[in-house]
């Protein structure tokens, strides 16, 4: 399989606040360094740099007053006279009554940020844009004659929306791609999310639509992050209503729960029939991540790897979570490979 990779990742560096302590984030470059370094290792295939996209994919999903207040803020911040990482502190609350958009930077990142874990320094938005682009060029490799490709991204994306960040997600890399394809000769894309945590934005840019069908397994909402979104009845609105399924589950769940919510989600990827197959890949859901609570162990990555290779669909993996530094490249190969050992299909 094909990996798309580019180090300037390395751009996106910055602190998160943890327990009232501002320390490096969870998101760290060393992340994709373990996982580059075991894709190596097994020789999964081909590592290609990405292609530079205008922004045109992405203002195909994101409000393009929320791209500029990205492209702006840090230096808006600068000029304020700040020192340190930009975090939110005011939020548009339920109990206050206005939906407009302050024109003070204060009111700005409450405005567009969802959570106060994702702090925006220097090189936020360039990363950010670089790992769309990422996840495009694996895309894009469906329509030149490859049936799978591994877009090595970070910062991840499936908590971003139409126009907020948060999650440690500022561009959703995942629905880009998704939009791409269907202006690219897809009628109906399925988007797979295996992260821990739900993808509330990539749910949240789709609900109302039927052209793509968004599955998630996930920590109930009751107790997991982001604790707003990802309840089962949340099943689409309008035309998408049907077309949205979340598995939540208990905090604790071990592999043989996950993969019965798995095989569920399995069947109603092969009843809508998609052309395509996008997989928010995320490894925390892992025994040892340390923010996260299910308990899958490294073999069980392989054991759903094949499964979802079963499905015989042209296929994207884009990188989301996992935090469990030492183990994520293992964990992330194993899906990977054993999706290629057994993987064949007929071409997009
Ligand atoms: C991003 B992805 C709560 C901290 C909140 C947010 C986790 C974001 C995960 N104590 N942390 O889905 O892996
Ligand atoms: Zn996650």
């Given at each position: 399989m094909?990996?798309v ?9 910055a ?7 501002i320390v490096?984030?969870?998101e760290?470059?060393?992340r ?5 370094e075991?894709v190596?290792?097994v020789k999964?295939g081909n ?5 530079k ?5 992405t203002?195909a999903i994101?409000?393009s007053?929320?791209i500029?207040f990205?492209q702006?803020?840090?230096d808006?911040w ?9 975090f ?5 609350s339920?109990?206050?009554p206005?939906?407009?958009i302050p ?5 700005k990142i ?5 959570s106060s874990?994702?702090?925006i320094n220097a090189?936020t938005?360039a990363?950010a844009k670089l790992?769309a682009?990422v996840?495009l060029?694996a895309?894009?490799?469906?329509t030149t004659g490859?049936?799978?490709?591994f ?6 994306g499936?908590?971003a929306?139409?126009d907020?960040y948060?999650?440690y997600c500022?561009?959703?890399n995942?629905a ?11 009628s109906?894309?399925?988007i ?5 945590h ?15 069908q968004f599955?998630?397994?996930h920590?109930?909402p009751?107790q997991?992050?982001p604790?707003?979104?990802g309840?089962?009845d949340e099943?689409?609105?309008g035309?998408?209503?049907g077309y949205?399924?979340?598995?939540p589950?208990?905090p604790?769940?071990d592999?043989?729960?996950w993969?019965?919510a798995l095989?569920q989600a399995?069947e ?8 395509v197959?996008?997989?928010s ?30 499905l015989s669909?042209?296929?994207v993996f884009?990188?989301e979570?996992g ?5 994520i490249g293992l964990?992330t190969?194993n ?10 299909c007929?071409?997009?």
């Amino acid at each position: 399989m094909l990996t798309v990779y580019s180090n300037t990742h390395h751009l996106r560096n910055a602190t998160e606040l943890v327990g009232g302590q501002i320390v490096p984030s969870y998101e760290r470059p060393e992340r994709a360094e373990f996982i580059l370094e075991q894709v190596k290792c097994v020789k999964l295939g081909n590592i290609i740099k990405p292609a530079k996209f205008d922004l045109k994919p992405t203002l195909a999903i994101h409000d393009s007053a929320y791209i500029t207040f990205l492209q702006t803020c840090w230096d808006e911040w600068l000029a304020q006279g700040n020192k340190g990482d930009l975090f939110p502190f005011i939020w548009p609350s339920r109990t206050m009554p206005s939906k407009r958009i302050p024109k003070h930077l204060d009111g700005k990142i409450g405005y567009y940020c969802l959570s106060s874990d994702t702090s925006i320094n220097a090189g936020t938005w360039a990363a950010a844009k670089l790992s769309a682009d990422v996840a495009l060029t694996a895309t894009q490799q469906l329509t030149t004659g490859n049936n799978s490709a591994f877009a090595l991204c970070r910062p991840p994306g499936h908590h971003a929306t139409n126009d907020a960040y948060g999650g440690y997600c500022f561009l959703n890399n995942v629905a880009i791609s998704a939009q791409w394809l269907l202006d690219n000769g897809a009628s109906r894309v399925s988007i797979l999310d295996v992260d821990f945590h739900h993808g509330n934005g990539t749910q949240s840019i789709f609900y109302d639509r039927d052209d793509v069908q968004f599955l998630s397994l996930h920590g109930q909402p009751e107790q997991c992050f982001p604790h707003f979104s990802g309840y089962a009845d949340e099943r689409g609105e309008g035309a998408g209503l049907g077309y949205n399924f979340n598995y939540p589950l208990a905090p604790s769940t071990d592999y043989k729960t996950w993969q019965q919510a798995l095989d569920q989600a399995l069947e109603e990827i092969v009843n809508y029939s998609p052309d395509v197959l996008l997989v928010s890949l995320g490894v925390d859901t892992y025994e040892n991540d340390p923010i996260s609570s299910f308990k899958l162990q490294s073999d069980d990555f392989k054991t759903y790897g094949s499964k979802i290779s079963s499905l015989s669909l042209p296929t994207v993996f884009i990188l989301e979570g996992g935090y469990a530094v030492e183990e994520i490249g293992l964990n992330t190969v194993n899906v990977l490979s054993s999706f290629e050992k057994s993987h064949s299909c007929k071409g997009f």
